[in-house]
């Protein structure tokens, strides 16, 4: 009877120690909105992982009734991680034009951790204060489009960009 007991304490302990330990992480990251190729491709985010050249994400600020509830210029591009890839250049620009910066990081194609059957990619991010602190994390997804490395044939959906004349 008292070993049954035992059973039950320890197995409500455990509960507990899962459960505070899930909201300590839920509390921690916040979700923010990014965009893969702002203002462009905007709906597929088509990525060539063979190109040689490089894939902007934006991060975005956001406010509320004026008052910023998540200013993205307080990432530590240092902490940035995309596809498993660190950038290789940002810069602070108002990327959505609505008065607040937001940050626009650049990783090379071939360095992202990405698949022919990729969907999505996510970028994770600590946020620091003037003094280098850490004030939080951050955590934001898009969807990609994995396209055909060239010569393998286009599927329909991707239009090709035609020559005017
Ligand atoms: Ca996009
Ligand atoms: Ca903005």
């Known amino acids: 009877m008292k070993k049954v007991f035992m059973v039950i ?3 409500c302990i455990s ?8 909201s300590f992480i839920y509390a921690e990251t916040a979700a923010v909105s990014i965009d893969i190729k702002p203002g462009i491709d905007n709906l597929t985010n088509p990525i060539n992982l063979k190109s040689k050249g490089v894939v902007p994400v ?6 509320v009734e004026g008052v910023l509830t998540f ?3 307080t990432i530590d591009p240092a902490s940035v991680i995309f596809a498993g890839a660190s950038p290789v250049k940002w810069a602070s620009e108002d990327v959505n034009l609505d008065g607040w910066l937001d940050m626009v990081f650049f990783f090379n194609t ?22 280098g602190n850490i004030t939080g ?29």
């Open 9 to 11: 304490l320890v197995t």
């Open 15 to 22: 509960v507990l120690v899962i459960f505070t330990g899930t």
């Open 58 to 63: 934006a991060v975005f600020s956001t406010a």
């Open 71 to 73: 200013d993205a210029t």
């Open 110 to 131: 071939q360095s992202l951790a990405l698949g022919s059957d990729s969907t999505s990619a996510t970028l994770t991010a600590n946020t620091i204060d003037a003094g």
């Open 137 to 165: 994390t951050i955590s934001g997804t898009d969807s990609v489009k994995i396209v055909p490395i060239k010569g393998a044939a286009a599927p329909t959906t991707v239009p090709k960009p035609k020559k005017s004349k």
